[in-house]
């Protein structure tokens, strides 16, 4: 690996090019994937918000699912931002018609959890591993864990309403999962707490 991380942004749908941006500003080298020979290029993964369902058929379209699951089986570390933590969980507690997973993470995801997109909302969440003030999340037709297993650590949960309590942030090994968009907002530490450890795993 080279002295400056490779972080590539899966760029079939969703929000590629803000997460491209974010990890720019984080002093990463960022790239568009789209083909398996781009992910072979790649250090580290991140999959973007956008249609979960769309994400799936697409990978599967261009010949990446099989590519995608292999890398995270082999400990590639990757980031997933809302759809991308739907990818990243094991289990789904309402998946569409064939609805398929990369999986990694051992938890259990309820998609849209939320609620429709004109719920959508921001919450300042107290974020473990990020200091200083709460991140500031945003909720677009956002997913949320029901279960997590013993070896995930829950990162953030929602701190107030009725979905207090909610687990919306999540780590296990090297891989990371959000169910808001931090691409959107400006604040670059969820990308800058991956990509330390996409370089943390690279010194391993």
Known sequence: MTSEAVVGVLAVQGDVREHLTA?????????????????DAVDAL???GGESTTIDKLTRA????????ERVASGMPVYGSCAGMILLADRLTDAAAGQLTLGGIDITVRRNAFGRQVESFEE???????DGPGVRAV???????DEAGPGVEILAS???GP???????VRQGNLLATSFHPEI???????????????????V
């Open 158 to 160: 929602i701190g107030a």
């Open 62 to 69: 261009f010949g990446l699912r099989d590519p995608l699951r």
């Open 23 to 39: 990890l720019t500003a984080c002093g990463a080298g960022a790239r568009p994937v789209r083909r398996p020979d781009e992910l």
């Open 124 to 130: 300042d969440l107290s974020f473990a591993g990020i």
């Open 46 to 48: 991140v999959l973007p």
């Open 139 to 145: 909720f677009i037709r956002a997913p949320w864990v």
């Open 185 to 203: 907002t400006g604040d670059i530490r969820v990308h800058r707490f991956f990509v330390e450890m996409v370089r943390s795993a690279a010194r």
């Open 163 to 169: 979905a207090a309590g909610r687990i919306v942030a």
